[in-house]
Each structure stands twice: as structure tokens, then as C-alpha cells.
């Protein structure tokens, strides 16, 4: 299957600080990539939506001052959390589908474990 | 509103057989979606549901009923392996995915 990589893995930070976390599609073109958030033993909470080119679309209650989302190419997308707190300290999960996917099949990255000391 | 229903853990015994059931209400379906995640991991793709029925791949199985609003994931021949959270996902009619829960699956030798 196609190859969605995440980095960093684990992310260790002070409180204030920004924290930038890189999603790339290794092996097709991401036409749209998604960023999640888990905080343990819940479901994934889809944060935001990002098409290539274009600006991205977040969910109700998520702040995009906060969590800023560039997807300028077809294989990249970052998230930056800026201003970390606390708060923010979670287990943060892009997917990317690509043109060609027929039931829109989501590739997931490895995950990046963000905590804000 | 949208939700996914599924229990919030369940324990089986290894070699043997479990279903983890999904009931769904949505606004439109356009497919329904099994993940495999294990703990600080991130979700793998299981199965893929648009039709009514089942779809078996290898000791998995899905199955859907679009009229019940109703899914399960049958797995077979358990492996301790296969401890881990399984997460119900429905496309709705903007094509947006709603996620369930998850369910704990706790295997005992």
C-alpha cells in the first residue's frame, strides 16, 4: 500500500514554544491530507483539512492561529502548533488519499506523540 | 446528529473467533471503513464496505447492512498480535469520515 511518513515520531517541547510536524506521501501524490489529534483511549479528532495549493479547512473549536497548516506540494504537509501548552500534549496523526484511490482509502502516518512540558 | 456506535472493549481468547459490532447514524453513506490500531500507533486500513454484505480477506471479515445502519468486523483464529483497538469509520454525504470510538480488543491466552 501507498506510504504516508510522519516526523517526528515524539516531540518533546516547553510550554510557548512552536512545534512543527512534517506529513509526506513517499509514493503518490496527496491530493488531500487530513491532521487528527488523539488524546488516550478516545477516537481520532479530525483538526483540520488540507488540498493541495489551497488553504486549509478546520473543524469547529479548533483555533487555525493555533495549529497553522501548509500543504504547499503534493507529497508535504505541516502542521505547526504554536504557542504550545499543556493542553496541547497529544498524539497527533496525519493521512493523506491521492488521486487514483477509488473508495478514497485513507494512508496514515506513523504519528507524532507531542508533549508540552 | 452523526454518531458511531461501537462497544467500548471486549476480551476473546486466542484461536478462537470474535465480532465487534458498529451501529452507524449519519447523514448520507458513502462507505464504511475498519482500522487496525494498535497502542501509539497510528490507524491501518482493514476493510472497505459500500454494498450490503460481506467481505472476507484472510481471518478478517466485514460485513455491512445499509438498511440496519449496521456493521461488524469478524475475526477468526485469534493471535495475540491482533490486541488492539478497532475503529468504525463511516463516510457521510459530504464524503467527510465520521470515526467511532474504537474498541478495545483484549486477547488472553
Known amino acids: 500500500g501507498a506510504v504516508v511518513s510522519q516526523h517526528p515520531s515524539r516531540v518533546i517541547c516547553k510550554s510557548g514554544t512552536s512545534v512543527k510536524i512534517e506529513c509526506r506521501s513517499l509514493?503518490?501524490?496527496?491530493?488531500?491530507m487530513f491532521w487528527y489529534r488523539q488524546f488516550p483511549k478516545q477516537s481520532l479528532m479530525l483538526m483540520a483539512t488540507?488540498?493541495?495549493?489551497?488553504?486549509?479547512?478546520?473543524e469547529q473549536g479548533v483555533e487555525k492561529d493555533k495549529f497553522l497548516i501548509n500543504h504547499a506540494s503534493l507529497t508535504l504537509s505541516t502542521l505547526t502548533v504554536t504557542s504550545a501548552h499543556p493542553e496541547d500534549s497529544s498524539f497527533y496523526i496525519c493521512?493523506?488519499?491521492?488521486?487514483?484511490?477509488?473508495?478514497?482509502?485513507?494512508?496514515f502516518g506513523e504519528g507524532s506523540r507531542l508533549t508540552v512540558l | 446528529g452523526q454518531n458511531i456506535d461501537q462497544p467500548t472493549e471486549m476480551t476473546a481468547t486466542e484461536g478462537a473467533i470474535v465480532q465487534i459490532n458498529c451501529t452507524y447514524q449519519?447523514?448520507?453513506?458513502?462507505?464504511l471503513f475498519w482500522y487496525q490500531q494498535h497502542a501509539g500507533e497510528a490507524p491501518t486500513f482493514l476493510s472497505y464496505?459500500?454494498l450490503d454484505g460481506l467481505e472476507e480477506k484472510g481471518r478478517f471479515s466485514s460485513f455491512l447492512s445499509r438498511s440496519k445502519g449496521y456493521s461488524y468486523l469478524l475475526l477468526k483464529e485469534l493471535q495475540m498480535k491482533d490486541s488492539a483497538s478497532y475503529l468504525c469509520?463511516?463516510?457521510?454525504?459530504?464524503?467527510?469520515?465520521?470515526w467511532g470510538a474504537g474498541t478495545k480488543l483484549i486477547i488472553k491466552p
Open positions: 509514493d503518490f501524490q496527496a491530493t488531500t
Open positions: 488540507s488540498n493541495e495549493g489551497s488553504k486549509a479547512t478546520y
Open positions: 464496505n459500500v
Open positions: 469509520a463511516v463516510k457521510d454525504s459530504n464524503y467527510q469520515l465520521i
Open positions: 493521512s493523506a488519499t491521492g488521486r487514483g484511490q477509488d473508495f478514497g482509502e485513507l494512508f
Open positions: 449519519t447523514s448520507g453513506f458513502n462507505g
